[in-house]
């Protein structure tokens, strides 16, 4: 096994359907260890390329290296490297949680225990219920349970935590930091910006099938999307001002020698969601234009 080379290579991926393209030329990397976050809006081309990578949907042209492997061409052994989670589930199964758990554990060489896997996605109440009498957020959870038994090297999970209660995606967080430590490298699909955040180390924002912005979490948007917003009241007044600095601390200075004593002084700095927003809509926005040419 190459310790230093991607573990994800893609290269001007496409894929089209008719004369539609899902997926545009699509270039990234992702390094052995790292948790990288795929982020876009619905039908931006985030499963379609999970997909390709994942060795189940065939790509137009380009080129992918999974492992090391074309996935088009991955056999059973590279599978078995591999752990996902696909968007929607089919175990809606007639078997227990630790029936389901057992025997995929048993289809790999070198599966993680059980009941230490139950247990990490907070299922231990639940090892002998059937999986269809399960709410859809613990289904969920038997799914990711299930992209992890094999002890994967690469973790594919697309949109893992929709339908979690708020406990349960903390709990989430907490098991991808646990991969993450031990090693593993995860690609990630979410709507979710502050779980982008809280795991990823580098992201890349797809629209319309085309990467549009990649990086690491916290340069995403480069330097101008980050800069603060200062907001107050001055005192007695109700107006709230606000004013976009790259030096909040000297414009209070300055408003305090000039006798203006800010009220509700807030410090605003944008969020991931606040940036990706952005990005996203800048992006239609070119494309409109481009469009009426
Ligand atoms: N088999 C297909 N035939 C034609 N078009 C398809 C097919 N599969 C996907 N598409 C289209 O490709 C585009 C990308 O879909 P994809 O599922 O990759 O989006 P996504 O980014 O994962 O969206 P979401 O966030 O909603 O899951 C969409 O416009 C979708 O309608």
């Known amino acids: ?22 997926v545009d030329s699509v270039s990234f990397e992702i390094q052995r260890g790292e948790t990288f976050a795929l982020l876009g809006p619905n039908g931006a081309g985030k499963s379609t390329t999970i997909e390709i990578l994942e060795g189940y949907r065939d790509r137009t042209s380009g080129s992918a290296r999974v492992l090391g ?5 991955g056999g059973l052994a590279w599978k ?34 059980v009941d230490e896997v139950i247990a990490s996605v907070g299922l231990e109440e639940k ?20 992209g992890i038994i094999g ?13 979690f209660d708020p406990e349960a995606r903390q709990q989430f967080w907490r098991l991808i930091r646990r991969l993450k430590a031990d090693g593993t490298s995860i690609l990630l699909t979410t709507h979710y910006l502050d779980e ?70 807030e410090v605003i700095r944008p969020s991931l969601e606040d940036i990706y927003l952005q990005l996203v809509a800048d992006h239609a926005t070119a494309h409109e234009v481009e469009n009426a040419r």
């Open 196 to 265: 982008a955040a809280q795991l990823g180390d580098r992201a890349g924002v797809i629209a319309g099938g085309k990467m549009i912005d990649i990086g690491a979490i916290d340069e995403l948007g480069g330097a101008e999307a980050r800069v603060p917003i200062v907001r107050w009241r001055e005192r007695g007044g109700d107006t709230v001002r606000e004013e976009r600095t790259h030096s909040p601390g000297t414009l209070v200075a300055s408003l305090m020698t000039n006798g203006i004593e800010p009220a509700g002084l």
């Open 127 to 146: 090892t002998g219920t059937l999986i269809r009498k399960l709410s859809g957020g613990q289904r969920r959870r038997v799914d990711v349970a299930l």
């Open 80 to 113: 078995a490297r591999l752990g996902i989670v696909l968007q929607s589930s089919g175990e809606s199964g007639n078997v227990t949680v630790r029936e389901q758990l057992t025997h995929f554990a048993g289809l790999y060489p070198n599966p993680r225990k």
């Open 1 to 22: 096994m190459n310790t230093t080379a991607p573990v994800v290579q893609v290269e001007n991926l496409r894929k089209t359907y008719g004369s539609f393209a899902a």
């Open 151 to 163: 002890n994967p090297e690469l973790v594919f999970l697309d949109e893992p935590t929709t339908g």
């Open 69 to 73: 492997v074309d996935p088009g061409k």
